[in-house]
Every structure is written in structure tokens, then in C-alpha cells.
């Protein structure tokens, strides 16, 4: 994929809005060619230099930028010359569905293999001991507590699980 292509994929500007925030999105929707500086970017994109700055380190943390550094023989300053190096994301994204899809086996394991009860009035969940240990009365408004089905749930997330796998090409026997 090419790099303007993965600028305009909507998963991806999704994916990097979610790694920076709104304050870095400039930074990470820009990415210039080349090596550039905090100091530069921040200037080109009227940014204030601690939003620069953040923006840059998350996606260094993110394998999608890297710095060198570079000492100023007079000053003897450090200057951190930038690349962006955006040809990580796909591996990235597909790193982000398969932990999503571990989250979610297990979650739909605990949906299906527990017992739940509802209070109506207060919306609040217990398993079947935090139940029983109540009385089967909620603790907040002393509402009797009831038996709940979450079959649509476990359904849904079956579903969903299904539609991971598909994606992401893993054959799974149940």
C-alpha cells in the first residue's frame, strides 16, 4: 500500500487519531518526507511545541517514527532529526486484532460459562455468588435481583468473533 493511500484509508487516520488524540493528529496526518525536527513541524503546523513533541514520542513508541540525534558542535545542543516510518501500521493494526480477538475469546468464555442476575431498577450486573451473597437484593436500592439471559450477548460476540477470525485468516474449531 502506498504511503498516500495509507493517509486516506479511514482505519488507518482512525487508528492513528486514536494513538495521538486530536492535538497530534496534525502531526501524524502530515508526515513530511525526510528527516525534520520538533522545532520545524511545530512552526509548519502552528502547533504549540509540547503537542508536537507528545505526538512525536507516542508514535516512536508506536515503531511508526524514529529520531537521530544530532549534537551542535558550538552550542553543543541536541537537535532529534525525525522520520516517520508509517510502513509499520498494517503490521501494527493486525498486532491491535489479534489482542482484540484474545480480549474477546475470553470475555465471550466468562459470558458463557457464568451465571448472571440484574437489578432492573439500577442496571447493575452480578454473578450468581455476589448474588446469592446479597440475598438476591441489590445493595443499592433493595430491589429484588433477577435472573438474566445473556444469550443475545454471547450470540453477538460470537459473531463478532467469527468475523475476527475471518479477517484475520484463523481456523478455529469449536
Known amino acids: 500500500m502506498a504511503f498516500e493511500d495509507l493517509l ?3 482505519v488507518i487516520q482512525k487508528y492513528l487519531h486514536e494513538l495521538v488524540g486530536p492535538t497530534g493528529m496534525p502531526v501524524a496526518a502530515a508526515p513530511p518526507e525526510g ?22 514520542f507516542i508514535l516512536y513508541e508506536n515503531d511508526l517514527a524514529s ?7 558550538d ?17 501494527n493494526l493486525e498486532e491491535e486484532m489479534y489482542a482484540l480477538l484474545d480480549a474477546l475469546e475470553e470475555r465471550e468464555e466468562y459470558e458463557r460459562t457464568h451465571e448472571f442476575y440484574l437489578c432492573e431498577v439500577c442496571s447493575i450486573r452480578f454473578e450468581f455468588g455476589e448474588a446469592m451473597d446479597l440475598g438476591f437484593e441489590c445493595p443499592e ?20 468473533l467469527d468475523d475476527l477470525r475471518d479477517e484475520l485468516n484463523v481456523d478455529v474449531t469449536r
Open 75 to 91: 552550542s553543543g545542543w541536541l537537535t532529534y532529526l525525525w522520520t516517520f516510518e508509517y510502513e509499520n501500521i498494517p503490521e
Open 35 to 56: 528527516e525534520v525536527t520538533d522545532e520545524e513541524l511545530a512552526e509548519d503546523l502552528g502547533l504549540e511545541l509540547n503537542d508536537v513533541r507528545r505526538a512525536l
Open 67 to 73: 529520531y537521530r540525534r544530532v549534537r551542535d558542535e
Open 141 to 160: 436500592c433493595g430491589s429484588p435481583i433477577e435472573s438474566m439471559d445473556n444469550d443475545r450477548l454471547v450470540e453477538s460476540m460470537e459473531r463478532r
Open 8 to 10: 486516506n484509508d479511514p
